[in-house]
């Protein structure tokens, strides 16, 4: 119940079918005890054919905003009047900014939330993303959504490897229109095959491998160049391709998984909504903690 004359919490939702495994309520709750701010955020099961009319009844009701998440990306990015340019990008969006004037802001908030959290990765070694270059395996939705991020963040340059070597090719291509300089190819392409950058090397997993338990097959030579490699997935313990890293780059080179991707993706939505910047680093740890208590 709201106290009499006190403002009532802003309302906000995260929209997927299925949706129970979500850890956004958990997150944005967070945010909002941090900076004093009473907000309602739950977990809404939209049917698979009834994306548009849950939309347009969180607008009648006056929730402020949505995250969107698997399968109602591109449905999101579709029914929105405005674009951020990583949504436009990506043509997908993962957040929606429901405007009084009611119009439908859509944003892509991934690659910045990748963005930022390979910056806090390589700040222990006196380097920022914006001195590197990108390995992105992968061409898919998630590689898609973090090329205007790249490009924003000032990435020297962008190599993309795929099973599929036209996909990675088409990708690149894309990211070149955009004003950032790019290469794709496949797997089993070599540094040398391509004329690179001499920048540090960030290699970031886009695709679903190591959801099915499996690692892409990258050369040696890519990890001996590499400072940093990173899996959007996230899981308790290491992943496939973070145990595979960890054995082929240098002793003590950095290897992380994609949770702080999901913890900072979520602090641009909630600073977009609220105007408000959350410390994402608490509750990053928080949310790590509880992901393992969980796991044990």
Not at 73 to 89: M, V
Not at 116 to 136: A, E, H, T, Y
């Amino acid at each position: 119940m709201t106290t009499l004359g006190a403002t009532p919490p802003a309302r906000f939702v995260v929209i997927g079918n299925p949706i129970a495994h979500s850890m956004s309520p958990a997150i944005h709750h967070d945010f909002a005890q941090q900076v004093g701010m009473p907000i309602q955020y739950m977990r809404l099961l939209a049917p698979l054919d009834g994306f548009e009319g849950t939309v347009r009844a969180l607008q009648a009701a006056g929730v402020q905003g949505a995250n969107v998440t698997v399968p109602f990306k591109l449905q999101a990015f579709e029914l929105a009047q405005q674009l951020t340019d990583s949504a436009s990008f990506a043509q997908a969006a993962n957040t929606l900014h429901f405007k009084p004037d009611g119009l439908v802001m859509a944003d892509n908030t991934d690659g910045g939330g990748l963005c930022r959290d390979l910056d806090r990765l390589l700040k222990p070694m006196n380097i920022g993303l914006s001195m590197c270059q990108v390995l992105m395996l992968g061409a898919g939705g998630a590689a898609a959504g973090c090329v205007a991020a790249f490009h924003a963040h000032g990435v020297q340059h962008l190599t993309v490897l795929n099973r599929t070597a036209a996909k990675a090719r088409a990708l690149a291509e894309r990211a070149e229109a955009l004003g950032l300089p790019a290469v794709g190819g496949s797997l089993d392409h070599l540094p040398s095959d391509f004329e690179l950058p001499g920048a540090p090397l960030v290699v970031v997993n886009a695709s679903s491998s190591s959801l099915h338990g499996e690692v892409p097959a990258l050369h040696a030579h890519w990890w001996a160049r590499a400072v940093l490699a990173y899996d959007m997935m996230y899981a308790p313990s290491a992943t496939p391709f973070m145990q595979s890293a960890s054995s082929n780059m240098a002793q003590g080179t950095a290897v992380a998984d994609g949770l702080g991707m999901l913890v900072f993706q979520a602090q641009l939505a909630f600073e977009s909504w609220t105007g408000r910047s959350p410390d994402a680093l608490q509750t990053l740890s928080r949310v790590r903690a509880s992901l393992q208590a969980k796991a044990r």
